[in-house]
C-alpha cells in the first residue's frame, strides 16, 4: 500500500530550479533514505510533501489525501533539521519537551490527562530516554537530544515519520545508535523516510534509497541495489 506517491514534481525557488519531474512512491513499511550533496533539493523535497512549502506542479498524495487537503496531522510527524539548534539555555525538561508532541492532536486548551502523560512516558522509554524525563534539555547530549525529539515526534503514534538530517553534529557512536534506534521503529511498524548524508550507518537498516542529483532528477532503488553500487564505483575509483 502507497503512503506516499509523488508524481512529476518539479519546483523552483525566484532564482533556481531545484525538483525536476521527480516521480516516487514510498510503501507501508518502507524505510527510506534520501540522499544527494547539498543544495539538491532534500530539505525542500520534505516541505513540499509536508505542505510546508507549496508545491508548483506535480503531485503530492500523502495517505492517499492531495498534500494540499492533507489535516491529519496525528499520523504524520517531522523532525526538522532544525529541531536540535535552539537556545541551550533553554529552560525546558525533556518530559515537557515530549509533551509538546501532543499538541497537534489536542489543541493548547485542552488538559493534560493521565493518559497523555503514559504517552509522554512510553515515548520515552521507546527511545531510552525515560531516566531523563526531569532533566533540562539544554544540558544532554546532542545524541540525546535527537532521541528526545524523536520520542516528541512519536508521542503522536504517527504512521510516518519524516526526519532530516537527524545526525548532524552527532559524534559517530550516538549516530549508530540513533539508526539503530531507527531501524527498531521500522521494524515496529513504522514507516521512516529520512534525509541523510550518514548513508553508511543507515543503509543496513533502510530497505529503499532516492538519489537525487543536481540537475533536479531523482532515482529510486534498493538499498542493495545502491550499496553495490557505490561499492562499486568507490572500486572503479580506486582503479
Ligand atoms: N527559501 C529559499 N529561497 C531560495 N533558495 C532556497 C531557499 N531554501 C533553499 N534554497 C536553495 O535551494 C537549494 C536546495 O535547498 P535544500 O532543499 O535546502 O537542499 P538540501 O537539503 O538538499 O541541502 C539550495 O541551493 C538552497 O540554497
Ligand atoms: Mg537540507
Known sequence: MNVLEVKNLSFSYPDKNILNN????????????????????????????????????????????????????????????????????????????????LYSKKGFLKSYTKEDKQKVCSALKRVGMYEYKNRKIGNLSGGQQQRVFIAKALVSSPEILFLDE??????????????????????SGLTIIMVTHDIS?????????????????????SSEKFSSNSISSHLHHNN
Open 22 to 101: 521527480l516521480s516516487f512512491n514510498v510503501q507501508k513499511g518502507d524505510f527510506l533514505c534520501v540522499v544527494g550533496t547539498n543544495g539538491t533539493g532534500k530539505s525542500t523535497l520534505l516541505k513540499l510533501i509536508l505542505n510546508i512549502l507549496q508545491k508548483q506542479n506535480g503531485e503530492i498524495k500523502l495517505l492517499n489525501t492531495s498534500s494540499e487537503d492533507f489535516k491529519d496531522f496525528s499520523k504524520i510527524a517531522y523532525v526538522s533539521q532544525k529541531a536540535t539548534s535552539f537556545n541551550r539555555d533553554f529552560p525546558a525538561t525533556v518530559e515537557e519537551i515530549v509533551t509538546l508532541g
Open 166 to 187: 537527524p545526525t548532524v553534529g552527532i559524534d559517530i557512536k550516538a549516530v549508530d545508535s540513533i539508526c539503530c534506534l531507527l531501524g527498531d521503529l521500522n521494524k
Open 201 to 221: 550507518s543507515t543503509l543496513f537498516h533502510s530497505n529503499k534509497v532516492l538519489v537525487l542529483s543536481e540537475d533536479g532528477k531523482g532515482e529510486l532503488m
